[in-house]
């Protein structure tokens, strides 16, 4: 099992800067992918970013640019930092991993999910 706690969401101003944290406990962890996804509204939940144990990133094509994903594989933590944010940004962001376990394979974990609101 894999807990995941996220933090750092809050509310910011058109343009500003946020940084996201999200870490990972459990026993025997062997985290895979770590990814972020957000869901606004009315909509569904998105991918923004996803980055895997060796450090490659990849973004939503809206994201790229403004939002960089990366990870600390010490303290099982990943990060995103938000810059340039935009009123269309707001959403729930949730964390999300998978983990490989033995004689399960890979398992997927959410946390509990962090609201930024940017608005001025």
């Known amino acids: 099992q894999v807990q995941l706690v996220e933090s750092g969401g809050g509310l910011v101003q058109p343009g500003g800067s946020l940084r996201l944290s999200c870490a990972a406990s459990?026993?025997?962890?062997?985290?895979?992918?770590m990814n972020w996804y957000r869901q606004a509204p009315g909509k569904a939940r998105e991918l923004v970013a996803t980055?895997?144990?060796?450090?490659?990133?990849h973004y939503r094509p809206s994201m790229k640019g403004r939002f960089t994903i990366s990870r600390d594989n010490s303290k099982n933590m990943v990060f995103l930092q938000m810059d340039n944010v935009n009123p269309e940004d707001t959403a729930v962001y949730y964390c999300?991993?998978?983990?490989?376990?033995?004689?399960?394979?890979?398992?997927?974990?959410w946390g509990q999910g962090t609201q930024v609101t940017v608005s001025s």
């Open positions: 980055i895997s144990s060796d450090g490659n990133a």
């Open positions: 459990g026993t025997n962890l062997r985290l895979n992918n």
């Open positions: 999300n991993v998978d983990n490989l376990e033995s004689g399960r394979g890979l398992q997927y974990y």
